[in-house]
C-alpha cells in the first residue's frame, strides 16, 4: 500500500526560528515529490521535486529529496507568522493509467508566534 | 484569470439526499481530480480524470459518482449521502501529467 508520512504533525514555534518538516513514503511507481500550503482555502504550490540532491530554494523556503532514503524536508528561515499554515507533501505516481495522480501525507500544521 | 472554480462554497444536506459538487476550470487542462479532506487523513483522492469520458477511481470511491462530458467540468455526486462523508472537498487539474495540480477553494459539505 503506498504511504505518505508527514513529521512533525503540528509544530509552533516563533518568528525568527527556522523549522524543519519531514516527509517519508513508500509508493510503486515513483515520479516526484510535490510541496504544497494550504492556508485557509486551496493548496498552492510550492515545489516539485524529481532529482535526488538538488535543492529548490524560494525566498526562505527550500526543500530536497533523498530517493535513496525516499524521504524530503523543507526548511523555513527566519519564519514569519504568515509562514503559519499546513504544509502537504504528496508523491505523484508515474506510468499506465495513474495519469499523474497523487497521494498526500497527513500534512503538517505550523504555528508561528509573533 | 477565473483558474479553477467550485461550487457551492457550503452546502448541508440530509442523509440519503443526492448532492452535486461543481468544478469548473479556464485552463483547459486535460486531467482533473477530487479529493476529500478530514482532519488525520490529508487529502484522499476519490476520482480522476484523463480527458473528456474517462474517468477512474481513486483510493475512496465508494459512494461518488463522476461524469466528464466537457473537458472543462467535472461534477461529482454522492448518490445517496452518509454523514461519513461529512468532509471538505478539493477539485483540482493539471496540464500535464509531470505538471503540478492546481486546487480550487474547496466545498465544506456537512451531511445532517
Known amino acids: 500500500e503506498d504511504k505518505v508520512v508527514q513529521s512533525p504533525l503540528s509544530l509552533v514555534v516563533h518568528e525568527g526560528d527556522t523549522v524543519t518538516l519531514n516527509c517519508s513514503y513508500e509508493?510503486?511507481?515513483?515520479?516526484?515529490l510535490l510541496w504544497y500550503k494550504q492556508e485557509k482555502k486551496a493548496p498552492t504550490f510550492l515545489f516539485m521535486l524529481?532529482?535526488?540532491?538538488i535543492e529548490k530554494k524560494s525566498g526562505r523556503l527550500s526543500s530536497i529529496l533523498d530517493k535513496k532514503e525516499l524521504f524530503s524536508i523543507l526548511n523555513i528561515t527566519a519564519t514569519q507568522t504568515g509562514d503559519s499554515a499546513i504544509y502537504l507533501c504528496?508523491?505523484?505516481?508515474?506510468?499506465?493509467?495513474?495519469?499523474?495522480?497523487?497521494?498526500f501525507g497527513q500534512g503538517t500544521i505550523l504555528t508561528v508566534h509573533p | 484569470d477565473a483558474g479553477i472554480t467550485q461550487s457551492p462554497r457550503y452546502k448541508i444536506t440530509e442523509t440519503g439526499r443526492q448532492v452535486t459538487l461543481m468544478c469548473h476550470q479556464t485552463?483547459?487542462?486535460?486531467?482533473m481530480f477530487w479529493y476529500r479532506q478530514d482532519l488525520g487523513h490529508g487529502l484522499r483522492l476519490i476520482y480522476y480524470?484523463?480527458?473528456?469520458?474517462?474517468?477512474d477511481k481513486g483510493e475512496v470511491p465508494d459512494g461518488y459518482v463522476v461524469s466528464r462530458s466537457k473537458t472543462e467540468n467535472f461534477p461529482l455526486t454522492l448518490e445517496s449521502a452518509t454523514r461519513s462523508q461529512t468532509s471538505v472537498y478539493f477539485c483540482?487539474?493539471?496540464?500535464?501529467?509531470?505538471?503540478?495540480?492546481?486546487f480550487g477553494d474547496g466545498t465544506r459539505l456537512s451531511i445532517l
Open positions: 504528496a508523491v505523484r505516481h508515474a506510468g499506465g493509467t495513474s495519469y499523474g495522480k497523487l497521494t
Open positions: 485552463w483547459s487542462h486535460s486531467y
Open positions: 480524470s484523463a480527458a473528456a469520458d474517462i474517468t
Open positions: 483540482a487539474s493539471s496540464e500535464r501529467t509531470n505538471q503540478p495540480q492546481h
Open positions: 524529481t532529482s535526488s540532491g
Open positions: 509508493v510503486t511507481n515513483f515520479r516526484s
